[in-house]
């Protein structure tokens, strides 16, 4: 059975940085993808930036440049380094995965998406 936990969110000012963790068990880690995904109230869940596990990655282009997703398959555990945090980024931040390469364009497609963590909350504010 594969579980992912996301850990890392808190409260920041607007230009500093975080790091999102997410740690999962149980999922093949050379036959699957992972991604990161957000969503504030009353939006639908949108695709942050996700890596196939041949480490070929793809952002949504408002993260562009100022996020980065990797992996560390020997601890399994699937990293958002999000440097110059803007208040647009303030949303609970999820960690989701499945059993097989996905499509790496964006808008990605949360539906396709078989394993959620249960979210973590960043908020960039003044």
């Known amino acids: 059975q594969v579980k992912l936990v996301e850990s890392g969110g808190e409260s920041v000012e607007p230009g500093r940085s975080l790091v999102l963790s997410c740690v999962s068990t149980g999922l093949d880690s050379s036959n699957s993808c992972m991604a990161w995904f957000r969503q504030v109230p009353g939006k639908q869940r949108e695709g942050v930036a996700i890596?196939?596990?041949?480490?070929?990655?793809n952002y949504a282009r408002f993260v562009k440049g100022r996020f980065s997703i990797r992996r560390d398959d020997v601890k399994s555990i699937l990293t958002l380094q999000m440097n110059n945090l803007e208040s647009d980024d303030s949303a609970t931040y999820y960690c989701?995965?499945?059993?097989?390469?996905?499509?790496?364009?964006?808008?990605?497609?949360?539906?396709?998406?078989?394993?959620w963590g249960q979210g973590t909350q960043v908020t960039v504010s003044s």
């Open positions: 989701a995965a499945r059993g097989t390469f996905c499509d790496r364009s964006f808008p990605l497609d949360f539906t396709t998406y078989t394993f």
């Open positions: 890596r196939n596990s041949d480490g070929r990655t």
